[in-house]
């Protein structure tokens, strides 16, 4: 038996896709995901974990490889890092975008990060969990609570 696959994205719901999955001549829906909000100035928790059971900010110096790519970020996007923790296999960030969306200066952050990991430690496939999470800081909430602060 041949299975074939097809994949046909149609815009259902302005701003979503849903895609229609066609596998060895049955149908079925995927779920659309729901798209991301992105305001120029606000404040946001952006946070992920590792997957794969890994812990990679355990490692020495893999710390200091995911700040620095962060800076570099910071530079070509605008990005301000107002606070920051890195835990053995996650991270959090309070930052404020700039004109860049945000989804772009994190892929990038991610998946610079990825491959670099990937290739020093020599394994293969995705390092983080899912996609990263990121959620507006409302009114007076301290953004990610157990944070450190920076001026950097």
Not at 97 to 113: D, E, K
Not at 124 to 138: C, D, F, M, S, T
Request: hydrophobic share 40%.
């Amino acid at each position: 038996m041949e299975l074939t696959f097809e994949l046909l994205l149609e815009e259902s719901v302005p701003g979503t896709q849903v895609a229609e999955v066609w596998l060895g001549g049955e149908q079925g829906i995927a779920m659309p995901r729901r798209p991301r909000v992105f305001v120029e100035g606000l404040i946001y928790h952006v946070y992920n974990r590792a997957g794969r059971g890994e812990a990679p900010f355990k490692l020495e110096d893999e710390a200091d490889r995911f700040w620095s790519l962060l800076h570099e970020v910071k530079k070509r996007d605008g990005l301000a890092v107002l606070a920051w923790c890195i835990m053995p296999n996650h991270y959090h960030l309070a930052v404020r975008t700039a004109s860049v969306p945000l989804w772009r200066s994190i892929r990038f952050l991610q998946h610079a990060y990825t491959r670099g990991f990937n290739r020093r430690c020599k394994v293969l496939g995705p390092l983080w969990q899912a996609r990263y999470k990121a959620r507006p800081v409302q009114g007076t909430e301290t953004p990610c609570g157990a944070c450190l602060p920076t001026s950097t």
